[in-house]
């Protein structure tokens, strides 16, 4: 998979909130009085549980979940792995919050003319490479851009090298059905709010299965239900003795079948 | 053809003419901050429970509690059942009105209601809400076209008329297709929720739920409709006609309660209901509600009489509500970090729709051939 992904290792986190201001400069978002929660003013959070610092953002799925529900198609899932937002096809029904796995999707609650805000992955090229506001400014380098399969293999072997600092697990890699926000930590997801109970393959298959047989039931009900019309139209002609005594004959053989 | 509206009596109307116009204002107002100010200001939503009573009662109740036009169009056109021809049109009537309401109280609910046509071009087929989107838009096409030979009538186009007539049954069927659809996709759209709607309602067989469900509304709909046409109108079917409707109800709602309580069995265990939660509660009651209407059947089996019916009709109704309701806002509620309780904005809003339904629908019974000519009689004479 040739997409980008971020890397973030929570245990090199120092809580600095570099991130948080970039975040704001770089994406022009209006000041910001809750650094505490996500919102439509703030499109990544630095949280602390315990001795540990940990982030929040709009996890880019590789299958993103926004992306399937939305009617219109607001979403899409760009080849660098980015997943963006289209404020004019959007009409606002909030499907694309109710459904993210993550609770990522804000909403401007208090505007006539409302938008979908989250993280869009601003990629920016400088000193020659690709990074976003976010892995730019990381003093420590806890944030990074990067090929998503390489920074799989910088994140196991970080695992595998030691043991005793993260718990032996890369979030996002099949969580969803995968992300290019790729997460390490030193304590459990769970207690980081992080859902350690998503299905380990897309999201948008559960909805998928259903929908995919709309076609074949449309056509066998169309076809059952206008037989069942027939067969009963006709028989009522029958009773009412519209039909000739020996067209009646063999059409009850067939009735007979038919039930 | 006025002559319709003869027997109308509409002294009971008027009583509720000042709490209707209250109503009335309050909502233009309403509306104005709704769409001046967003959502925010009239609503209680927020990031963490995006969706809540508009969704719920208005979208989700709004559509299961249409599903008598399905329902007894399948039954009369399809079946055959000419005995209940006479409430067909007042259930034709009040599904097109239910599904006019739910589109009015989606603009409400969407955050840039005049993109709305966007699913007609900007295509998803991925999207259950995009499937949902398309049915309704046909279905309430199917609605208006089931409708439109009482129009002709009234306005004596003969020749169009007989044009309508010819269409009924492909109309039926699509309309019953279609139905079957979207009843069933609602409980879809949330199938993409697990882990956040809560495990008594979430599981894989919603859009069974709903769709059985559904059915069971219907015949429970054009119960109430005829006991209520009957109390206002003075225009009802026979006791004997709607105790058959009640049979259809009682052996659906069966159906329905096999397939949910076995799933319910399966998922967390039937004795796991009575945890003593917020939610155990909402769920136990939504399950008396469905339950009540057969334990009357069978006390009363063999006498049915008029108020049995109307009650097991009316438990049936809430019953369903309660579950649209639960499925919609209690169950995510926790997920949600109870964050959400409607307003009262919200709730003064979708009573200004139901009103406002109420209302056309009235004025429809008094200006167009709805009920047939000479009430009672003439339904007694067709069903002996
Ligand atoms: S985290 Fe949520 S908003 Fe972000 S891509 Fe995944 S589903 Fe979409
Ligand atoms: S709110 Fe907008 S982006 Fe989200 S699902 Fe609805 S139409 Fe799509
Ligand atoms: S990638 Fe850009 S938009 Fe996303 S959190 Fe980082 S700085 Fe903000």
Redesign the interface.
């Known amino acids: 998979m040739e997409t980008l992904g971020m890397l973030i290792d929570f245990t090199e986190c120092i809580g600095c909130g570099e991130c948080v201001k970039a975040c704001q400069q770089f994406n022009s978002l209006p000041p910001n009085p809750d650094p505490e929660h996500l919102s439509d003013r703030n499109y990544t959070v630095v949280l602390r549980y315990e001795e540990q610092y940990y982030r929040k953002l709009c996890m880019h799925c590789q299958d993103p979940t926004c992306a399937s529900v939305c009617p219109v198609g607001a979403f899409t899932k760009t080849e660098q792995g980015r997943v963006l937002y289209n404020a004019d096809k959007c009409m606002g029904c909030r499907y694309c919050m109710m459904a993210c796995p993550f609770g990522v999707p804000r909403y401007q609650w208090s505007k006539a003319i409302p938008v979908i805000k989250k993280c869009v992955f601003c990629i920016h090229e400088v000193n020659g490479g690709k990074e976003t506001a976010c892995s730019w400014v990381c003093p420590m380098g806890a944030t990074r851009l990067g090929r998503r399969h390489h920074l799989l293999d910088i994140a196991w072997s970080r695992i595998r090298r030691h043991p005793d600092r993260y718990v032996p697990y890369v979030y996002g890699e099949n969580d969803a059905g995968g992300t290019s926000v790729l997460l390490l930590s030193g304590v459990p997801f769970e207690q980081l709010g992080y859902r350690m109970d998503l299905p380990q393959g897309p999201m948008p298959q559960l909805t998928w299965q259903v929908l995919s047989k709309i076609p074949s039931i449309v056509l066998t009900g169309g076809v059952l239900l206008g037989g069942l019309s027939w067969i009963i139209n006709r028989r009522i002609q029958i009773e009412t003795g519209d039909l000739k005594e020996n067209e009646l004959a063999g059409d009850k053989e067939k009735e007979v079948g038919d039930e | 053809m006025s002559s319709a509206s003869g027997g109308l009596s509409f002294d009971r109307p008027r009583l509720w003419m000042p709490v209707g116009m209250v109503i009335f204002l309050l909502g233009l107002v309403l509306t104005f901050q709704r769409?001046?100010?967003?959502?925010?200001?009239v609503t209680n939503?927020?990031?963490?429970q995006?969706?809540g009573l508009w969704v719920g009662f208005d979208v989700l109740c709004g559509v299961a509690l249409a599903a008598g036009g399905f329902v007894l169009t399948g039954i009369v056109?399809?079946?055959?059942f000419e005995r209940y021809k006479s409430v067909l049109r007042p259930t034709v009537l009040s599904a097109f009105l239910g599904y006019i309401l739910v589109s009015v109280g989606l603009l409400y609910?969407?955050?840039?209601?005049w993109?709305?046509w966007?699913?007609m071009i900007?295509?998803?087929?991925?999207?259950?809400?995009?499937?949902v989107?398309w049915c309704v838009m046909l279905y309430s096409t199917v609605l208006a076209l089931e409708f439109s030979p009482i129009v002709l009538e009234k306005l004596g186009q003969d020749k169009a008329l007989r044009v309508m007539r010819a269409f009924t049954?492909p109309l039926v069927?699509a309309g019953?297709?279609l139905s079957?659809?979207h009843q069933s996709?609602l409980g879809?759209?949330f199938?993409?929720?697990?882990?956040?709607l809560h495990p008594f309602w979430y599981t894989?067989l919603l859009?069974i739920h709903f769709f059985l469900s559904a059915v069971s509304v219907g015949f429970a709909m054009v119960i109430l409709e005829s006991f209520v046409s009957g109390w206002l109108f003075r225009k009802s079917l026979e006791t004997r006609v709607i105790a058959d409707l009640g049979q259809f109800m009682v052996v659906a709602l069966m159906l329905y309660l096999i397939v949910r309580l076995q799933d319910l069995n399966f998922k967390v265990g039937l004795l796991n209901i009575f945890d003593g939660s917020i939610e155990s509660w909402f769920l136990v009651s939504e399950l008396s509600l469905f339950l009540l209407p057969l334990l009357l059947v069978f006390l009363f089996r063999n006498r049915m009489k008029a108020g049995v019916l109307a009650i097991s009709a009316a438990s049936t109704m809430g019953a369903v509500v309660l579950n649209r309701l639960n499925v919609g806002i209690v169950g995510?509620a926790r997920s949600g970090g109870f964050s959400y309780f409607p307003s009262w904005r919200e709730f003064a809003l979708s009573l200004f729709l139901v009103t406002g339904g109420v209302t056309v629908f009235i004025l429809c019974v008094k200006y167009l051939p709805i009920f047939p000519e000479s009430g009672q009689e003439a339904i007694s004479e067709k069903v002996e």
């Open positions: 769409f001046y100010f967003g959502l925010g200001a939503l927020t990031d963490r995006p969706w056109h399809l079946l055959n609910d969407l955050g840039k209601p993109n709305i966007h699913a900007m295509w998803n087929p991925h999207s259950v809400m995009f499937e989107a049954l069927i019953i297709l079957t659809l996709s879809t759209v199938l993409i929720v697990p882990g956040k894989n859009p995510m």
